[in-house]
């Protein structure tokens, strides 16, 4: 479940600067990057000594704010208000001041290939193949009267793009893959850009991410209580 990605994130986080190798155990029903069952993981340990596996490389964003590199990140940033539901101006636009969007908005999401199957996705954002070298840039409930209110664009990831929020408030705050949160002066913006350090996911079959995303069985057993 959400728990199995929230662990490997913050793992993939702590061990990606040793270029380590990263072998996912599942533990619950609807996270697609573990690999391994839990009574299997000694089989896989032994087939990953022996070179017996498939690397699965992940490439990730890095953050930047006010010349501060914050946490790399594996699925998304997200930029929000520093109160829940409060609606802030959001201007999203490159190294070279090109302006892409320009909304009133709940904030953005700016997205990784393996991030577009997790927040984005919910946000109504694309599906981005995971051989694309692109990112997804989603806004959360644009308001319809604050210009072209498409949700989300496709953009390529060697673009840097720089983020300015537009508040109220004396901050706004920053999410890194959902688990890190930073409150940002409102006067600073975010710059994102690719990062050049990659995660190294152990698979034992090609990765069949699409399918598995969409396969029923991994949805059964939800209930709304």
């Known amino acids: 479940d959400h728990r199995d990605l929230h662990r490997l994130i913050r793992r993939q986080r702590q061990m990606?600067?040793?270029?380590?190798?990263?072998?996912?155990?599942?533990?619950?029903?609807?996270?697609?990057?573990?690999?391994?069952?839990?009574?299997?993981?000694?089989?896989?340990?032994?087939?990953?000594?022996?070179?017996?596996?498939?690397?699965?490389?992940?490439?990730?964003?890095?953050?930047?704010?006010?010349?501060?590199?914050?946490?790399?990140?594996?699925n998304e940033v997200v930029v929000t208000s520093?109160?829940?539901?409060?609606?802030?101006?959001?201007?999203?636009?490159?190294?070279?001041?090109?302006?892409?969007?320009?909304?009133?908005?709940?904030?953005?999401?700016?997205?990784?290939?393996?991030?577009?199957?997790?927040?984005?996705l919910s946000a109504g954002g694309p599906i981005i193949h995971l051989k694309l070298d692109a990112i997804a840039i989603t806004l959360l409930n644009p308001w319809p009267l604050s210009g072209l209110t498409v949700k989300s664009m496709v953009l390529p990831s060697n673009l840097p793009l720089k983020v300015k929020v537009k508040t109220k408030r004396n901050h706004y705050?920053?999410?890194?893959?959902?688990?890190?949160?930073?409150?940002?002066?409102?006067?600073?913006?975010?710059?994102?850009?690719?990062s050049e350090r990659e995660v190294r996911f152990v698979r034992f079959t090609p990765n069949k991410w699409l399918l598995n995303a969409f396969r029923w069985e991994a949805w059964q057993g939800l209930s709304v209580q």
């Not at 391994?36 to 490439?59: F, N, T």
């Not at 953005?108 to 290939?113: D, H, R």
């Not at 705050?173 to 690719?194: E, I, W, Y």
Request: net charge neutral; charged share 30%.
């Open 16 to 74: 990606c600067i040793r270029d380590s190798l990263i072998l996912g155990i599942k533990m619950g029903r609807r996270c697609f990057l573990p690999e391994v069952e839990p009574d299997k993981w000694e089989v896989a340990v032994k087939r990953v000594l022996e070179g017996d596996y498939i690397l699965d490389k992940r490439w990730r964003l890095k953050i930047v704010v006010d010349r501060e590199k914050l946490a790399d990140v594996l």
């Open 173 to 194: 705050l920053v999410v890194l893959d959902g688990q890190q949160r930073r409150l940002v002066k409102a006067s600073l913006h975010v710059t994102v850009s690719k």
């Open 82 to 120: 520093e109160e829940p539901g409060e609606a802030i101006g959001v201007v999203v636009y490159t190294d070279k001041g090109e302006i892409l969007r320009s909304n009133v908005c709940d904030g953005v999401i700016i997205a990784t290939p393996t991030g577009s199957l997790a927040y984005s």
